[in-house]
């Protein structure tokens, strides 16, 4: 069973720049038909998603962060980063990394989850 693990600095000022890791096991990033995933959810508010990296390394942003998010994998460390760049308070929240598979409608794996405050 693929396990995801986030990890990454959890207080930061605002228009600082922070990166995130999410650490793979029991299964390789680079496996066909996955996608690997960042959400995030933000205090008293729902899971918002925030862009993926394929099985190929194309990546693909939603709205709220296109721009200043960017995601990126390292093959040989097994593993996926968030770099998160001008940030808000509005970026206050529990940052997960996910497996999708292509064509499910659900993800397969999550990690535990990693708290990010911005604050002054």
């Known amino acids: 069973q693929v396990q995801l693990q986030e990890s990454g600095p959890g207080l930061v000022k605002p228009s600082q720049t922070l990166s995130l890791i999410c650490t793979v096991s029991?299964?390789?990033?680079?496996?066909?038909?996955?996608?690997w995933s960042w959400i995030r959810q933000p205090p008293g508010k729902g899971l918002e998603w925030m862009g993926a990296?394929?099985?190929?390394?194309?990546?693909v942003y939603g709205d709220p962060v296109k721009g200043r998010f960017t995601i990126s994998r390292d093959i040989a460390k097994n593993s996926v980063y968030l770099q998160m760049n001008s940030l808000k308070p509005e970026d206050t929240a529990v940052y997960y990394c996910?497996?999708?598979?292509?064509?499910?409608?659900?993800?397969?794996?999550w990690g535990q989850g990693t708290q990010v405050i911005v604050s002054s």
């Open positions: 996910a497996l999708q598979r292509v064509g499910a409608s659900n993800y397969d794996s």
């Open positions: 029991g299964g390789s990033i680079t496996t066909n038909y996955y996608f």
């Open positions: 990296i394929g099985d190929g390394g194309s990546t």
